[in-house]
């Protein structure tokens, strides 16, 4: 089995904060070197690789890893905004990428994402007055 890698980077002006989804308790996720435990920052500026071990199994599976990407910490009963994601192998592309979503609260952020190849994908978060301006992102 291989690692599912997520390449996070932050191109917004303030913190993106990460977690594994709560109603995914069998996953295992590492931010960077470190087993996941809680809410990882990035500052604005900074990437980090995500890596779920063993996820990236032979039969691919539509919903592989489950994360949150939040513009706060306090996601559950304050004031955050967020995005609650699937991830997983998408038929369309033949790679990694994102295969659901669910907002909650809407954040002061947007995303792409990009397939780099079967157990990989880049995500980028920008602020979401920028990507409104342009007209593009979701």
Request: charged share 20%; net charge negative; with cysteine.
């Amino acid at each position: 089995m291989t690692d599912a890698i997520v390449r996070v980077t932050n191109l917004a002006s303030h913190d993106l904060f990460i977690l594994g989804d709560p109603n995914w308790d069998d996953q295992h996720l590492m931010f960077g070197s470190h087993a996941a435990r809680g809410t990882y920052r990035i500052a604005p500026g900074d990437s980090m690789d995500v890596a779920a071990p063993g996820a990236c199994a032979a039969e691919r599976e539509e919903y592989a890893i489950g994360m949150i990407f939040a513009d706060g910490q306090d996601i559950d009963y304050g004031s955050a905004g967020a995005f609650q994601t699937a991830i997983g192998w998408r038929q369309d592309t033949g790679g990694l990428g994102v295969t659901d979503e669910y907002t909650i609260r809407t954040p002061a952020l947007s995303y792409s994402a990009a397939s780099e190849s079967a157990c990989s994908m880049r995500m980028a978060f920008v602020d979401a007055r920028a990507h409104e301006q342009t007209g593009r992102g979701r």
